[in-house]
Each structure stands twice: as structure tokens, then as C-alpha cells.
């Protein structure tokens, strides 16, 4: 039905900072009244608890990457369109090995990191590489709030994570770095996802996101006073400093423009990752106990659309972007 | 309040909450389902009895383990080991600074404030100092419940009857003896029911510390699949849960009946 | 061997003076009763000879030196609200003094010791009446019965020094009498001092080679609580001349307020 | 048992476990330093004092709040609350249940097994249902402490000398005048040292919910600093919370004893 | 008005019976003296007629009727543990009477009505003597003052029936003739029906206008908790002529085991 109050939550992560800066310093406010709706800006803690939120109704929008998309809205039967593609991750997201120096050392040991997530599917990529399986591991589940504290004990030896709990892991005395996002570029991808069917009433709510996005990452880019001012809040509110923030910010590939970001969609290489994304899911049960092939839970891009049709639940739709890259918004 | 009813009414009235639960859960199930057809948070009971079945029966397609006794073995293990040192402490600590002056000086105030922090937030100084394997899942439970044992049963011991004490005194027993053959018996009631209200507390911390790093247990798998918000198997794993903790506090009350009697004549209204 | 002796005691609750000027000396071997009126402080001396209530002022002095403050096995104690262990059966609670005393660290007794010391409480038991009930709890025993298994108790350990506030008071006449025959021939083989709260006159000097009144003697209408109580008679019972024949009604009536 | 320390040789009995932690804390932290200068999980204590001294002085430069107040005023009323409407609804279902036989058929079992559910687990229906405002915080504290209170305070009211009750029915009471007149205030100083148990637990619950949903709240910020494992920031915090919730436990203790005199007298020895 | 009847009554704790057989009739306004070995089943008969324990067969009536299982405001009670409320001083254990019977939700007085109900209770206090001790806490009054205090707060409502269990047990003979000296008129005035439990055998033949002994008739020496105790004598002294002048020696002696 058609709205005019919207709700979105985000979680700290160096490529959703700009949600709280814009909501802080006024962008979200001026976009809405623009179109004479509301938007309220929730910050959640817990990443997972504002995905599940938002599965369960709560939001109509929320920050969140690719895979978690796929099996937490989609494969819970949420219809979600992504309508940002914010950034992904170009090294945000690492393996760190205590003891060894080449990812193939890493076979037999005992490694922590967030099971089902991203990392778990980083590993698993990196994995592939070096000719290992995940039968020539054990796989620890760790929380992300104490990973940090975790790779500090003497029995752990290899950590998966993300920024910002990677700099301080890697920064450990003796850590390599054996493995990260950079190899794998466009696989992790950090969305802004909203409700289908909201979308499809309220087309506003989503020109006005695409507008907040743009004027704030515009801002974020920038090199003098007010950028660096910018990203001073944005690592203030991330928990961090400026030095912390921007080096995380190195690692991570933004879109700063949106024809960029509205081509990569449109591109090929979407569909090849979504394909892997949705294979690794299938594999470890995510896409939900009873599904019997990957093409269960249908992925529409612009290009093609991935399994089943009767059964589209997660989109990528270029078309907001477009918008913003043409100046029509 | 002189109103006592009989044995069946007594088991009709124990019932009906729980079945109004029931109906109104089916209801809410039913109403999302309707509106999302692929709704995991209140799945409907059919899919919950499925779920059961393949976690009760079936072999995990990635480890072929029985997922649910796997998981309920590692975690009775280290409930088991959590309450029993916690209770031992509890014990000791408790009826030494309730009965000494000394002790209750020198520790009563320490564990005053030990109980008072928050053992979530120190977790990464407990990681280093336990390790992250299984010990560091007891070490929680033991951290967040003994402070309470502790202070409920010196607080209790420090409450006897003066006579008693006194009077075991001029029967010739030493401090040791009036603390082993006068308070412990009959604190052991006492800490019996605090034992029992300590079951759930006990379970949220093993669920906590398997949360935050474990391969196996009820709470590693709960906030596994929280990750993709399968109720299914969540609601399930919660009612299990409940009821080894019921059946845990039952058996306790059950040991407390036979082993003190004479602590339970009052209740037999 | 053990003379008991109270040098100018005072006891105070806050504002209230319980006990004043209290100055006795009980030798070794007494049986002292003590009567007088309700809350004139009978129990409260009790507590002090006991060690469980300290003057304030004033000495409470053992064979002239400083009393240990702590309760011990050398006095024997029933309360005036006879309080048994309710933890344990009639005979647990007898059997405790034997076992506290034997051993040190489990205070438990095994073997032949342990037969020797059930023997000893059955028959302490079955003295004062309890024969029957000894597999009961204190919960399932009636008033006099619990008082009984007091007196048992405290006895068991033949104690030197025995104190007992008003430990028959909630016996019949036949069992009271079983009592004292029990009691009687105890003191006087054993040599202990008694001192015994009651409020029966004939029974004060029944058994007693010595008694004393506790009442207050001055009185402030202003403030009540200004004056304690102190001793108002002393009366040595063995010389039996000072007794009158007919003699309790005297001291009875002199006792009433 | 019978040595009593006095009032000086008692204080300085209390401090000495926490000098004892102190020095241990400071020597672990030295050496720690010295075979990495950048460890950053036992900070010297110098390092703590400069990073408290900025939380409490200095105001946030995007809010212009000052950090610690904030969140300091946010978490406690919702502590406040959360403790307030649980001791609330322990006292009125425990003293239900445990009085009336009826309510002890039809609750008591509900209670037990709901007491025993881990709040933890099932944290998104409870954000579902309450929503993730300051509601849910609140409610998470309530659900996680109030059975306990339940239990134990219907397992006090059942305990009471059987005779009070008839005493009093035989001066005329109603049921109801016997809950509000005899057994409610010969209840309230176990509330109240029920209430100092549960601090612990409550505050835990609020620093859980906190970690989930919020974005002000002492949770909060332990949270959000964990990340990057800024202990600095975590122990202030840490010893805040504990020192907040001692003095609350004081509180608790003073006004017990200023309330109930009568239920103290046993403790003066 | 109202009689109480006994009909084939016994009770039974598990295998223990303690009453059987018990047929008795207490017609309005007697003041009826129960006394009894100790264990007998004094206290249980008092408990039964209270409501508070059940008979395990035959049938307790009130005027012919089944009784009221609940205690109620027409029964008054001093247990033998006399339990006062330890949570209200002496001034509001006597007013908790008043306040229960006049206000229904808040079950408290303001104003008034409350000045006159701690007048009553002060005479009260006054009467058992605990004048100036009425803002202690029970835990602060010896023994006989918590006893006195019970009497008082039983006879504040000025129950149709009253039972005294033993409640002058823990009296000196003064402060015992003045609690007498209450409970005696109070009775004629009001025509209550006392039963009272004594050991005090001048006492139960003093006050009372008939007097039962409970006592075991049959004795099983192979299983002694076979056989409960009934009653073994009932005398009616209100015809002074049954009972002899120096009457109570007799049934003292026959009350003996
Ligand atoms: N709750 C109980 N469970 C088992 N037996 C009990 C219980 N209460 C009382 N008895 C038994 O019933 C018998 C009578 O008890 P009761 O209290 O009526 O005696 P009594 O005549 O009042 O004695 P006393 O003069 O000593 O007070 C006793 O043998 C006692 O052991
Ligand atoms: N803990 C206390 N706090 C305050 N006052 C107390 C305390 N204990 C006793 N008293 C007071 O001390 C006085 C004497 O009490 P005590 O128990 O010694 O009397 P008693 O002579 O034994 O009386 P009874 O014959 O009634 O047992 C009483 O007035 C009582 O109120
Ligand atoms: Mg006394
Ligand atoms: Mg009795």
C-alpha cells in the first residue's frame, strides 16, 4: 500500500556509514521532504538481528550484502529488490593464519570465523584455490563482537573476519594475511535492500534513497575540509578514528559513481557471482532444510534471471541508479 | 486460599495455559503464513515436527552426526560440570562467609562486587585467561552463577536461628563441625532451590558462551541458524531446552523430597 | 572447681535496662533456681553465663578469671523455646553430642563407637519418654515431646555446667515428675551446677539447694525502663531450718508483684 | 566462628582481596606491554584514566553529549524500569501462587517451565513482538529476572509458619487481607534481597539487549568498542557498571533494614 | 447457641494414630480444661476444632451441622508456640484485629475509628501487663511477654470460641492469677466457650466448669503407635458436689501414667 513513513536500519560497517552521516547532518531529511515522505534511520547492533528484522516485517529496508540477501529475506520468502550497490569488498574481508604463511597451510587446523556467512564463503573460495575442502579443516563458530578477543588465546590459530575486527586480528604479532577479499572482487557485495512490494507502491522511497546515497558518498569522496570532515564522523560513529576509518576504507571498493555501480548490475559478472553465492548456499543448507537444487530461490538480474522464475524473491534493479546517474531523481 | 483442588483439577488447571499458548501460537502461525507463504518466524507445528524429525533421526548431510544428541551431549556435558563446581563454591564460600565473621569481611564484599560484573563484557579477559575451549564454557557458567549462590546461601547461613549454632557449641563441636553437621545439612535444602532457580540461568550462559565460539551444542546451533532465522529449527531446540531444564528442576526437587524430608513438612498443605 | 561469679553486672537493650547490679556467686555443685516475674531478665542471665549475651557492664568471672566468651561443651543448655536440631531425627539429635565430641573432622561415628553411643542415646531416649518417636523428625513431635528431647539432648554430654530455662513448663505433672527423677540423681553423681529458670514454686524448691528472686526493685513511673531488676532473695535451701515448714507460701507470696 | 573482627580490621580485610586483583591486574598488564607495546587487552592503568577522563569530561564532538552521562542516564532508567515492573509482578504472581493453591495449580507449573526458557534464544520474537525501541529492553530484563522472582517468592510464601495464616484467618482476615496485611510485608525483606540477587542478572539482560538493538546505553558502547577490542574504553565501563550496580545493591540493603527492622534482628550479632 | 460435637473422631499421622474414638458434646458457653500426657493429642484435639487439621474419620459438628473447614473470626486461638507476627509491634499485633474486621481492601483505619481501636488495644496491652513494651517487635520480649502478647491479640475480637493452648505455660504464678483474672470474666460477660489445654491442674479445676483427661486406654507393647489416646475422664464441675473438697489430688493421681 502506498506509505508516506519508511523505516531502514543499518549496522556499522565502513561501507554503510553514510546512512547515519546523512540522517545526522540533514541529507535524509531534505530528500524526504523532497518527496513529502519520512524516513527514519535505525541504527541495530546485531547484523544478523536487523536482517532478521527486517525479514520479519519490521523495516523496509536494511543494509546488508549480497549473500545474506539471498538466504535470510529471500529464502524466507521476503521479496526483496536491492536498489543500491554500494560498494564490495576488495579486501575487507580476510583469512589470517597464526601459524603458516600460504593459505594451503591452513589445512588441518582449527579455524574461527561467523559459520554461514560471508567469511565462511570467503574461506570457501580461498579454499578451492589451494586444491583444500572444508572436510581438511574444523570450522569453529565465533561470534564477530568477540573474534578480536578470540585471536588473541593461544589455541586459536586461523581467523576469517571482516573490518574492522581484520586490522586488529592481522596486526597481531606473527599474523599473516594469507588470504582476502581483493581475489575475489565484486563477490562481496554491500546492498541497500528494500521490500519488493514497497518498492513497487512507493517508487519515491527508493528515488529519495538513491538521492540520500549519492549526495552523501559525493561528500565522502571529496579530499578537502568537508570530506575529511565527513569521514571523521563516519569513523567517530563506527567506533574508530580517522586514521582506522580510512584505512578501511582502502580496502573497500565504493561505487562513488553511479553509473558505475548501475553498470556493474546490468554487467555479467553479477550473474556468474550470484550463481557461486547461490551454489555455496544450496550446499550448506541456507536456502532453507527442504530445498532440494539451488534453483529453489529465483535471483532476477537485469541480464538473466536465476532459477526458478515462479519463484523470483531476491532482485538487483538497476533502474534507481540509472536515475541518479542521469540527474532525473 | 483454603480453596485446594483435587488432583484432576489440579492437572486441568496446570494445563490450560499452556494449551491457550498453543492456540494462540497456531493462530499467529497461521496468519503469517497466509500472508507469506514462505514465512520461517512462526512456522506452522507440521514443519517444526518435520524439522525434529530429520535433527532427532537423520545424519547431517555435511558430518553425519544425529545433530540434536550431539548437540545435547556437549551441552549437558558442560551444564553438568558448570553446576556442579558452581554449587560446590557455592557452597563453601557460602556458608564460610556467612558463619565467619572473618570470612564474611574478607570476602563478603568481594563477592558483592564479583557479582556485579557483567560476565559478558569481560569475556575477552576470561578468553585469555580459560582459552577458548571447552573449559571457557564452563568458566561462564560458573562466573555468572556463583556470585548468587554464594551470596543467596551466606545471606541464608547468616540467617539461622543464633540458638542452633549455640547450642551445637555447647554440645562440643568445633566451628568445622557446626559448619559440617549443623549448617550443611540444613542449607542443602536451600541450596537445592536455588540450584533450581539457577537452571535457567545456567542455560543462558552455556547458550551465551556457545554462541560466542563452539562446534557443537544446543546454543552454538541456535544461534547457527539464527543467522537465516529458521524458527524451525530454533523453536524446537528452545522447547527441548525447556524441558531437560524442567525435567533437571523436577529431578532436583524430586532428590531434595527424598534426601530432607524434614525440610518439606511445611509444605504438605 | 567452677565458682561462677557476677561482679556488679549490668545489662542494657538500647534505652532499656534489663539487668542491674547483679552480684552473685554460684559455687561449684550448686542447683540454683531462678524465679521471678515475666521479662525480669532470667533468660538474659541465663544467656550470660552461657556466653551468648555480653554485659555491659560489669564482669562475669569463672574461677576469677575472665569467662571465654564462646559457647562450649563444658555448659549444657535447653532454651525456653526449646529448640532441637529439625534436621535431625529424635535419635539424630541425641547422637550428635556423642559424635561431635569423638571425632574431629567428619563428627561421625563408625563401628563399635557407634553402636556404644546409639546404645547410650536410646537409653537417654527412652528416659525421658521418647522410646517410640525415635525415628521422628522435631516437626512431628508435640510441644512436651520436643521439650523432652531438649532435655535428652542437652544431658547426653553430661555437661559441668548446666543452664535450663524453664524446661518443664510444657509437661503434665507425671512426666514433670520423671523429669526431676531423671535430672535429680544426674546432678548429684555428677557433681554439675545447675541453674534452672521456673516458674513453678513447688518445684523451685524441690529440687534446688539454692534460690534466687529476680525483680525490679525501683521503680520510675516516668520512665519504666530506667531500673532494671536485681536479686531480691537469696535463699540457701540446704540449711534445711531456714526453710520454713509450710515455707514456699511465704516466698511465694513475697515474689508476686 | 566466634571471632568477631573489629570495625577497622574489617575494612581492611574487605579491601585486601581488591588490592590483591589490583596488583595482579598491573603486573599482567607490564608484561603484556612488554612483549607487545601495542596490546591493547590489559591497558596500564594510566591508559584507562586518560580514556575515562575523556568519556566523563569531555562532550561528544557530533552530539555534544557527554558519552558516559548519556549512556549512563539511558541504561539506568531502563534498569530501572525493567527492575521495577519485574519486582512488581514477582511480588503479586508469587504471593498468588504461593498462597492460593488454585493459582499454585494454574501458574506454578507455567511458571517454573517459563522461567526456564533462555530469554536469549528466542530474542527475535521478543524484538518482533515488542518492537526495538526502549519497550524491548525493558521487556528483555523483565522476561529474564521475573520468573526467578516468581519462584522464589511463591517458594517463600509457601514456606511461612502455617499458623500465622490460620492466626490471622481467626482475626477475621480475608484471603486478601491476608495477602496485603500478613503475608506481603513478612515478604518484602525477602524481595528486597531478592531484588540485590538479581541486579547482577538484570543488568546483564540490559547489556545484552543493548548489544542487539540500541544506540545509547553503557551495552551500547561496550559493545561497539569491542570490535576493535579497546579494552581501555570496555574495563572503565566494566567497573561503572559494577560500581552502579553496588551502590544500587547498598541502596537496596539500607532501605531493607531502615523498612523492616524486624527482619534484622537476627543479623545484629 | 452453638455446640460442637465429636463424633467417633480419630486422627492419624501415617501409621500412628493419635485420637480414637473421641464422641464429646461442648455445649455453648463452657469452659472446658483439657489436660493430658504429653503426646496425648491435646494440641490435635485444639486443631481440629480450629479447622486447621482434619479428622482422618467420624465428624466434627457445629450445631448438628458439618463444620466450617476454614478458621474463621468465631474462633479465637494462643497456640502452644505462641505465634505472635513478628513483622508488627506489640501495639499493632493487638490492632491488626480491629483493622481486619472493619475495612475490607486496605484492611487499615484512619482517623476515628482507628483512635478508638488503639484505645481498645492499649487497654489490652495495658490489662497483660506489656504496657510499656507496646512499640517492641516480638523478637525484643522474653518468652512470657510473646505469650501474654498472644492472649491479648485472641481476645481483642472476642471470638464465640476460644482455645488456649497451654497459654499460661510460660507465667510466673503473679502475672498467671492476672491473665485469670482477665479471661475469667471476659468469659461470663461474653458466654463464650473456652477449651483450654493445661498441666496446671489447680488451674484446669479452677477455671474451668468441666474438665477431660486424654489419655491411651489400650497399649499394643509390640506396636505402640496402634492405639491413640480418648478420653478417660470427664467431670462436670459445676455441680461443686462431684467434686471433693480436696478433689484434685484424686484426679491428679489417676491422671498419672
Ligand atoms: N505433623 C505431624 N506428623 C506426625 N505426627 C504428629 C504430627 N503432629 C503431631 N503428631 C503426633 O501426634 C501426637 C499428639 O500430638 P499433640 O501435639 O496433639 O500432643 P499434645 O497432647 O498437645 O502434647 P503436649 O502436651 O506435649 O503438647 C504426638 O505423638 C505427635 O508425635
Ligand atoms: N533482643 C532484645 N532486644 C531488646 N530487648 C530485649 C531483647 N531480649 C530481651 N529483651 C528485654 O529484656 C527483658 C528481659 O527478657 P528475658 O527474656 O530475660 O525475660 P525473662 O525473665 O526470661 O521472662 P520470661 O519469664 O517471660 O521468659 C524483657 O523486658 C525484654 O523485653
Ligand atoms: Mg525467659
Ligand atoms: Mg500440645
Known amino acids: 500500500e502506498k506509505k508516506t513513513e519508511f523505516n531502514i536500519a543499518w549496522t556499522i560497517y565502513v561501507g554503510w556509514m553514510p546512512w547515519p552521516y546523512a540522517a545526522d547532518s540533514g541529507i535524509v531529511k531534505k530528500w524526504a521532504d523532497k518527496y513529502g515522505i519520512k524516513i527514519n534511520v535505525t541504527q541495530i547492533n546485531d547484523y544478523v538481528e536487523s536482517i532478521n528484522q527486517y525479514t520479519a516485517g519490521k523495516f523496509d529496508g536494511v543494509t546488508v550484502t549480497n549473500m545474506d540477501a539471498l538466504t535470510i529475506p529471500a529464502a524466507g520468502g521476503v521479496d526483496t529488490t536491492a536498489v543500491i550497490m554500494g560498494d564490495y569488498s576488495n579486501g575487507n574481508d580476510g583469512i589470517v593464519l597464526k601459524k603458516g604463511q600460504t593459505l594451503a597451510d591452513i589445512k588441518g587446523q582449527k579455524v574461527n570465523l561467523v559459520e554461514l556467512s560471508v567469511s565462511h564463503y570467503l574461506l570457501a573460495r580461498g579454499l578451492s584455490t589451494v586444491k583444500l575442502s572444508e572436510k581438511d579443516i574444523k570450522i569453529v563458530n565465533t561470534s564477530d563482537a568477540d573474534i578480536v578477543a578470540a585471536s588473541k588465546t593461544k589455541d586459536t590459530t586461523a581467523i576469517v573476519t571482516w573490518n574492522p575486527q581484520l586490522l586488529e586480528v592481522k596486526s597481531e604479532p606473527g599474523a599473516t594475511l594469507v588470504y582476502d577479499s581483493s581475489k575475489i572482487p565484486g563477490e562481496i557485495e554491500d546492498l541497500l535492500v ?78 556468474k557471482t550470484m550463481d ?8 550448506h543448507n541456507l536456502l532453507g532444510e527442504k ?25 538487483f534493479d538497476p533502474s534507481y541508479m540509472k536515475l541518479a546517474a542521469d540527474g532525473k531523481l | 486460599m483454603n480453596v485446594v483442588p483435587g488432583r484432576g483439577a489440579r492437572i486441568i488447571l496446570a494445563m490450560l495455559p499452556f494449551i491457550l499458548i498453543a492456540i494462540i501460537y497456531v493462530i499467529g502461525s497461521a496468519e503469517r503464513r497466509a500472508a507469506n507463504p514462505d514465512d520461517k518466524l512462526l512456522p506452522p507445528v507440521s514443519e517444526m515436527v518435520v524439522t525434529s524429525k530429520r535433527l532427532v533421526a537423520e545424519p547431517d548431510r555435511r558430518s553425519g552426526d544425529y545433530v540434536l544428541w550431539t548437540d545435547t551431549a556437549a551441552s549437558l556435558r558442560r551444564l553438568a560440570l558448570g553446576l556442579g563446581i ?13 558463619l565467619l565473621p572473618v570470612a564474611g569481611a574478607g570476602f563478603g564484599t568481594l563477592v558483592a562486587v ?31 552463577i556463583t556470585p548468587m549462590l554464594v551470596r543467596d546461601i551466606s545471606l541464608e547461613v547468616a540467617g539461622m536461628p543464633r540458638e542452633q549454632l549455640i547450642k551445637a557449641q555447647t554440645l562440643g563441636a568445633s566451628t568445622w563441625q557446626v559448619a559440617i553437621r549443623v549448617v550443611l545439612p540444613q542449607i542443602m535444602p536451600r541450596l537445592i532451590k536455588c540450584l533450581r532457580l539457577m537452571i535457567g540461568p545456567a542455560f543462558l550462559f552455556l547458550i551465551s558462551a556457545e554462541a560466542i565460539a563452539a562446534d557443537a551444542g544446543l546454543g552454538y546451533r541456535i544461534f547457527l541458524v539464527r543467522r537465516y532465522l529458521s524458527m524451525d529449527v530454533i523453536l524446537p531446540y528452545v522447547a527441548w531446552i525447556t524441558l531437560l531444564a524442567y525435567l533437571l528442576d523436577l529431578a532436583l526437587s524430586l532428590i531434595g523430597r527424598r534426601a530432607f524430608p524434614w525440610a518439606y513438612e511445611q509444605e504438605a498443605r | 572447681m567452677s565458682t561462677l561469679s557476677f561482679r556488679n553486672v549490668w545489662v542494657e537493650f538500647g534505652d532499656q535496662v534489663v539487668l542491674e547490679r547483679i552480684n552473685l556467686e554460684i559455687a561449684s555443685g550448686t542447683f540454683l533456681s531462678v524465679v521471678g516475674p515475666s521479662g525480669a531478665g532470667k533468660s538474659t542471665l541465663l544467656h550470660l553465663i552461657l556466653g551468648q549475651q555480653r554485659p555491659t557492664q560489669g564482669r562475669v568471672l569463672l574461677d576469677g578469671k575472665p569467662f571465654p566468651a564462646e559457647p562450649g561443651p563444658d555448659r549444657g543448655i535447653v532454651f525456653q523455646r526449646y529448640s532441637v536440631f529439625p534436621h535431625l531425627t529424635v535419635l539424630g539429635n541425641v547422637l550428635l553430642g556423642y559424635e561431635l565430641a569423638e571425632r574431629g573432622f567428619t563428627a561421625r561415628l563408625l563401628g563399635e563407637p557407634r553402636r556404644k553411643a546409639i546404645e547410650k542415646s536410646l537409653a537417654l531416649i527412652e528416659a525421658v519418654g521418647l522410646g517410640q518417636h525415635r525415628d521422628k523428625y522435631p516437626s512431628a513431635l508435640s510441644g512436651g515431646m520436643q521439650q523432652r528431647l531438649a ?7 553430661r555437661p559441668r555446667v548446666l543452664l535450663l530455662d524453664e524446661p518443664f513448663g510444657a509437661l503434665d505433672p507425671g512426666t514433670r515428675a520423671q523429669m526431676h527423677a531423671l535430672i535429680k540423681p544426674l546432678w548429684r553423681d555428677l557433681k554439675m551446677t545447675i541453674v534452672m529458670v521456673t516458674h513453678d514454686i513447688k518445684e523451685a524448691f524441690g529440687l534446688a539447694t539454692r534460690l534466687i528472686a529476680l525483680d525490679r526493685t525501683r521503680h520510675d513511673p ?19 531450718s531456714t526453710v520454713p515448714v509450710l515455707g514456699f507460701t511465704k516466698a511465694e507470696a513475697e515474689i508476686r508483684p
Open chain 1, 194 to 271: 528494500v521490500n519488493t512490494q514497497t518498492l513497487k507502491d512507493n517508487p519515491d522511497f527508493a528515488r529519495a534513497l538513491v538521492g540520500i546515497w549519492y549526495d552523501t558518498i559525493a561528500l565522502m569522496k571529496d579530499t578537502g575540509e568537508k570530506g575529511k570532515a565527513a569521514r571523521e564522523a563516519m569513523a567517530k560513529l563506527s567506533g574508530t578514528d580517522l586514521a582506522g576509518f580510512e584505512s578501511q576504507l582502502k580496502t573497500t571498493h565504493m561505487y562513488y559513481d553511479p553509473k558505475d555501480a548501475a553498470s556493474f548490475v546490468t554487467g555479467p559478472d553479477l550473474v
Open chain 1, 276 to 283: 557461486l553465492v547461490r551454489g555455496f548456499s544450496f550446499e
Open chain 1, 291 to 315: 530445498v532440494t537444487s539451488k534453483d529453489a530461490v529465483g535471483i532476477e538480474t537485469p541480464t538473466k534471471t536465476l532459477g526458478s522464475a515462479k519463484n523470483v524473491k531476491l532482485r
Open chain 2, 86 to 98: 558452581s554449587a560446590l563454591a557455592g557452597l563453601i564460600l557460602g556458608i564460610a562467609i556467612g
Open chain 2, 114 to 144: 564479583l557479582s556485579m560484573i557483567p560476565p559478558m563484557a569481560v569475556l575477552p579477559i576470561l578468553f585469555i585467561v580459560f582459552g577458548l575451549g571447552e573449559l571457557s564454557k564452563v568458566v561462564l557458567i560458573i562466573v555468572g
Open chain 3, 151 to 157: 532435655i535428652a539432648q542437652a544431658i547426653a554430654k
Open chain 3, 222 to 240: 516516668q520512665a519504666p525502663e530506667r531500673f532494671g531488676a536485681n536479686i531480691t532473695y537469696d535463699l540457701d535451701l540446704t540449711r534445711d
